[in-house]
């Protein structure tokens, strides 16, 4: 079966990226409060926060 990008389901947040930042084992569940603000001050492109779960 073939499909377009537009025609899958997606379970949101997620996103397509051209690189990613991962942090494994970090010992928190939530970021602390205006990281993800400074991480999109210091790459200069808006910052999207996905966590994913194993």
Do not use: C
Not at 18 to 44: H, Q, W, Y
């Amino acid at each position: 079966m073939e499909l377009t990008l537009a025609e899958l389901n997606y379970e949101w947040p997620q996103g397509f990226a051209k690189f990613a930042i991962e942090v494994m084992n970090a010992g928190i569940s939530e970021l602390p409060d205006g990281l993800a603000e400074e991480l999109a001050r210091i790459l200069e492109t808006p910052v999207r926060i996905i966590h994913r779960r194993l």
